[in-house]
């Protein structure tokens, strides 16, 4: 007997730039238009909750007899190096809000990102994945929940996207798959952090050895009666932050001093590679307390802030903004 397996090498993973105008959308071939080059193990998975008898007495033995779909839903992970388009497309769909500004005379296209800090609908894309030869699919109804960018001192910003969906799936193969896109990748060997009082950041370069920046719109399925098995639409909940910086110490002792005063700090990440860029302003940040230890056999500070941490500016605003400048038109555009 022979077998021909799948190799996860083979697969192909479309995104598209543009929202669902409603939910169940199976958007057209003609708006995804992203052919991602992600880490091999870049899955969507089908989940189905059911329910039985296996608790229940009258059967004469304690297995189940029967069992029958009570609700579905769906996941996926996104891992890959983060380029122009995936830059700006992580955020807009993982925060909600765009402010889209073109270019002109040739320069970038600038789309500035913030929370959509209420309970709505969050918003919704199409995945299309080809898993095999036999089973390609687009994925309706899908939400990025969590984004998480990490830089280091060599090789690209990597990125790790997480989401949620409604279980909502149809066959069938695009008719055909767009075009690899010729990447600008984001190095972290590019990443400036910047820290100092808040209005006067200043670099830390070369201090800085790695950063990690969390987004999380902790979305959920909502559920109520008369919908049957599927949710009736993805929600989006508390938009939370975290931060992680690994800062080399040198014979100053600011860091420790801004910890001892709880001082009232800006921090910024800005990576600019050829003609992307990507800033993260943290505006008004206290630093909670910092976790010596070692790196190489010299003495690091890691520094972890979160929610409590990373606050609005004096008198309000946004805790956190995101600016992506690439070639790439607006995102969140109803398809």
Known sequence: MSLTTQRSIARNIVLSSEAQLTVGEVMADAALTYRSRPETSAFAQWVGEYESDIAYAGKGKSTATESRLIAQSSTFGLNARLDDFLAGWAFAFCMGQENFTAGSGGAANTHVFNW???SDPAKLTNLYIEDSAGL????????????????????????????IGMGLK????????????????LFGSDSIVSIGVV???VSMAPRVLSWEATFDHQMELFRAVGGGTQAYFIRQGAALNKLKLVIL?????DVNDWIAAQTALEI??????????????????????????EQDKHVVDTIDLDQNSIKQPTGGGEAVTVTVQNTDAAYLVAA
């Open 170 to 185: 149809t066959k069938g193969a695009m008719a055909t798959l767009p075009n690899l896109p010729t990447a600008q990748y």
């Open 268 to 293: 910024k990440i800005a990576v600019s590679s050829g003609a992307a860029s990507l800033q993260i302003d943290y505006v008004n940040v206290n630093l909670p307390q910092a976790t010596v230890g």
């Open 249 to 253: 110490r040198d014979t100053s002792s």
């Open 116 to 118: 959509k800090d209420t």
């Open 136 to 163: 390609k699919q687009k994925w309706s109804d899908m939400a990025v929940s969590q984004v998480v960018l990490s830089g280091a001192d060599k090789g690209s910003v990597m990125m790790k996207v997480s989401g």
């Open 199 to 201: 209005g006067a950041p």
